[in-house]
């Protein structure tokens, strides 16, 4: 790289030179020559005599200003700059692109021969010269002329428009009333199988439902459509907001960078986020479909109709959605297993990327190149934030708040600032201090005391907020800090604490606060930081015994896992640090473990995780060295000695019990235990044979996979047969491959990297599709740190000589699956110094592309 990039500053945000009201776009699709027409009229915000327009990789053909050729004009780098033009005038400029040779996947692009496009965040700048920035907001019509062999021509809004040209074209023409972003915008044209449905909305306007999915794939879209239909009933339900248009689709592509994204009227959706039916998609699979097509509908809203001013804004858009997502499966289904799988992402990646050099606040102040704050931060912590809010407010507060947010800023691209603004005014609170929260970045820490008096019956909390190292806030957070106290005989003692919010949520305002509840009969055991109301770190001194107390009755299942999580720790690292020869589970935690079974919780899905182990991201957070191989190994052996304590149990169950094979959520909790006890299960001496041979020759792809992962996990003579047998039987169907090739990386066998390796040349694998790419590279280095942190780097080696493809094939790829090398600090001087290694050798690529380039640079300096 010549030339280091420079990095933009929220501080020196500019509004638009320009207004553009409407945008006219043409499309004469060709894989190699495809003609933009845009013809769209600016008016200056200020006296000057030029406009500069962002544009990238374009061939210009032509260019009008006010009807007239016009030569006034400079290519840059990064767009054009017009002069001599009046304060306002209509512009009409045709560009010539080769979507056939657009493998970032940004712009418009082909994926298996159909085009498509994805424009989040900047890749508009792609398909023509424009303002490519989420303040200028504008109607677009939009005409796509295309083959008759591509008999879908899409794009966003309603059709208005459609007919032949000549005998081996056609067109159709699209208007969408709704004003909105570049990023937003769509084109999709191919040739698929449809499936077609309806929705009926509250006022009893007939919407239109289109799903789109690769020819022969039908059969895997009803699960997306059902999803699709449930998240516009329930968003009219919770948020009484309604859907706008006449028509919704949603086009599943197998070559697509993101999961989705929420194009007014037209999503755009990975493949793998669509499509399921039972013989292919896990439970996992069909919980995560509904959630990411809830997740993209309800931006229909909170990112469409109100949008970001501006890049740094992101949470604006993300964190609100990602929290409406986690709601809306919350209500559909188990509350506590949702919160748990938001947790677990919190503690397994947004701790780590906090800790790490790539921190940054859920609105950054600063980025080169804006692909790389797609991040668990923006999204994630951006979601607690905005629960945090819902704590404080309640949900009558909030809703009250959305409904003045969306009163005052329809149609609008706005601010992190406006959104806190509108629940504080329209609940009277002020939320000023709350704000830190948009600016602070690293995990700030909770330090709990508590003091009983038996005298006068008085139980003390006290509380001490600290900072992350870094953090660039010092200021006392605003801190929801929700607590149950559990008596003796495993009771909630009711508080009638005066100030306490949603009666159980205590106000941390300052550094050091101390709260005094009266009438406290006997020394409670608390539950703190309850179902993760703040996202910090919590330090308390928790003895054995009132962890086991809190995992047996603690009325928040959410409490009765963390109660778990935390014993399992406080396992770990005794097995870490010991010097003993052999080591012994307590009988705390064996005693707690062996009650969860005698006393099953009505949600067997609940149990699967209460005897689950953490996994080695989420336990190395609690180390400023990680240990890698001596937590591996601890890991390993508390598994172990946990398959020993419970195998009667495990026995027991998994071969008296049985589901029907169906979806509804009592077959999905006991397939979720049925896997987990046969996981233990192989690590015993209770022979699972039949049972690993009966469970891969399911027909229903949970059951399967759940058979195949035991297998690998303990080593079982089985397991290569049944790894070539899945291979032989699924390598039609690439999606369930990416399954098949994520096991093999998470192998934790010594010849894992020799496997890896081997699989670039297998049939299904194809490295510019990032599907591909992350479920083999991404699962090995995410997954799998037993081989990845092998001692002699040969797993970061593997990581980084793909990566070196990648920065010319697919950047936004590249950047996606470098993390795990960027944190290499926190690890042994062997092993910082051969990812630094591997770091420094990217550094050194000539043509290094900004996605990298940010990330390396921080990581190193």
């Given at each position: 790289m010549t030339q280091k990039p420079q990095a933009k500053l929220l501080a020196d945000y500019q509004p638009p030179s320009h207004q553009v009201e409407h945008l006219d776009l043409t499309f004469h699709l060709s894989p190699k020559q495809t003609r933009v027409i845009a013809k769209y009229s600016l008016c200056a915000n200020s006296e000057q005599s030029y406009v500069e327009l962002d544009g990238i990789d374009l061939k210009l053909i032509s260019l009008k200003v006010n009807g007239q050729p016009h030569a006034q004009y400079t290519l840059l780098v990064d767009g054009i700059r017009i002069d001599s033009v009046p304060a306002s005038f209509d512009l009409e400029i045709e560009t010539e692109i080769a979507p056939e040779l657009n493998t970032s996947l940004e712009g418009l692009y082909l994926s298996d021969g159909a085009y498509c496009t994805q424009c989040e965040a900047e890749g508009f700048r792609k398909i023509t010269y424009f303002f490519d920035r989420p303040d200028v907001l504008a109607t677009y019509r939009v005409t796509v002329i295309g083959s008759k062999d591509f008999p879908f021509l899409l794009s966003n809004g309603n059709q208005v428009d459609s007919g032949t040209i000549g005998d081996d074209k056609h067109f159709v023409t699209w208007e969408d009333p709704f004003k909105k972003p570049s990023y937003l915008f769509a084109l999709v044209a191919g040739d698929f199988d449809k499936l077609e449905d309806k929705f009926v909305t509250k006022s009893g306007k007939e919407v239109k439902l289109q799903l789109f999915v690769?020819?022969?794939?039908?059969?895997?879209?009803?699960?997306?459509?059902?999803?699709?239909?449930?998240?516009?009933?329930?968003?009219?339900?919770?948020?009484?907001?309604?859907?706008?248009?006449?028509?919704?689709?949603?086009?599943?592509?197998?070559?697509?960078?993101?999961?989705?994204?929420?194009?007014?009227?037209?999503n755009v959706f990975n493949s793998a986020c669509v499509l399921a039916n039972q013989e292919t998609a896990t439970d996992r699979d069909y919980h995560v479909i509904e959630s990411i097509v809830g997740h993209e509908y309800f931006h229909n809203w909170t990112g469409n109709r109100v949008t970001c001013r501006d890049w740094f804004q992101l949470s604006l858009k993300e964190g609100l959605t990602v929290f409406r997502d986690q709601e809306f499966s919350s209500d559909l289904g188990s509350r506590a297993l949702n919160r748990i799988d938001a947790v677990n992402a919190m503690r397994t990646h947004q701790f780590a990327e906090d800790a790490g050099p790539m921190a940054h606040p859920i609105r950054p102040e600063k980025v080169i190149e804006m692909n790389n704050f797609y991040t668990v931060t923006v999204y994630n912590k951006g979601a607690e934030v905005i629960r945090m809010m819902h704590t404080l407010l309640g949900e009558q507060g909030f809703q009250q708040g959305m409904s003045l947010y969306f009163e005052r800023h329809d149609g609008q691209a706005v601010t992190c600032d406006d959104f806190v603004n509108a629940m504080a005014d329209a609940t009277n609170t002020n939320l000023n201090q709350f704000k830190l929260w948009y600016q602070q970045f690293g995990t700030p820490t909770l330090n709990v005391s508590t003091k009983f008096q038996p005298e006068s019956k008085t139980y003390e909390i006290e509380l001490t907020q600290t900072h992350a190292k870094n953090d660039p806030v010092t200021a006392p957070l605003h801190i929801p800090v929700a607590i149950e106290l559990l008596d003796g005989q495993g009771q909630a003692i009711e508080l009638s604490k005066a100030d306490l919010k949603q009666g159980r949520v205590l106000e941390l305002t300052q550094a050091n606060q101390t709260f005094i509840f009266e009438n406290i009969e006997a020394e409670p055991i608390p539950v703190l930081l309850e179902d993760f109301s703040a996202p910090c770190l919590l330090k308390y001194d928790y003895s054995l015994s009132q962890l086991s107390h809190i995992a047996k009755y603690a009325s928040s299942y959410y409490a009765r896992w963390e109660a778990m999580q935390i014993l399992f720790t406080h396992q770990i690292r005794s097995y870490v640090e010991s010097t003993e020869p052999t080591q012994s589970m307590t009988e705390e935690l064996a005693s707690v473990l062996v009650s969860m079974f005698e006393n099953k919780p009505a949600d067997l899905a609940i149990l699967a995780e209460y005897i689950s182990v953490p996994n080695f991201d989420t336990l190395s957070g609690g180390y400023d060295v990680v240990p890698v191989d001596a937590l591996c190994n601890a890991i390993a052996l508390l598994e172990q000695q946990v398959a020993q304590l419970l195998e009667k149990h495990l026995v027991a169950f998994y071969t008296s019990t049985h589901d029907s094979g169906g979806l509804s959520s009592k077959d999905v909790a006991i397939r979720a235990l049925k896997n987990k006890c046969l996981y233990y299960l192989a690590l015993t001496q209770f022979d699972v044979t039949s049972h690993l041979i009966e469970q891969a020759s399911s027909t229903n792809m949970t059951t399967k996979l759940g058979a195949l992962k035991s297998a690998l996990n303990a080593q079982h003579t089985l397991s290569t047969k049944l790894m070539e047998e899945f291979d032989a039987q699924w390598s039609h169907d690439l999606l369930v491959m990416?399954?098949?090739?994520?096991?093999?990386?998470?192998?934790?066998?010594?010849?894992?990297?020799?496997?890896?390796?081997s699989l670039y040349s297998h049939p299904c694998f194809d490295k510019s599709n990032p599907n591909r790419v992350r479920s083999l590279v991404g699962s090995f280095a995410r997954s799998n740190p037993k081989q990845f942190h092998r001692a002699d780097g040969r797993g970061y080696e593997l990581l980084a000589d793909l990566i070196v493809e990648l920065n010319e094939l697919n950047p936004q790829n590249a950047s996606r699956i470098i993390t795990p090398l960027l944190s290499y600090k926190r690890f042994d001087q062997n092993r910082q110094d051969k990812m630094r290694t591997q770091l420094e050798r990217l550094a050194a690529i000539s043509d290094l592309s900004d996605d990298l380039f940010e990330k390396i640079d921080r990581a190193l300096n």
């Open positions: 690769d020819k022969g794939n039908l059969s895997k879209a009803p699960h997306a459509m059902t999803s699709l239909q449930k998240s516009m009933k329930w968003d009219e339900e919770r948020f009484n907001l309604e859907y706008d248009l006449d028509i919704y689709m949603i086009v599943a592509v197998d070559f697509f960078n993101m999961g989705a994204m929420e194009n007014k009227g037209l990416d399954k098949w090739f994520a096991l093999q990386a998470t192998n934790q066998s010594d010849k894992c990297i020799d496997v890896v390796l």
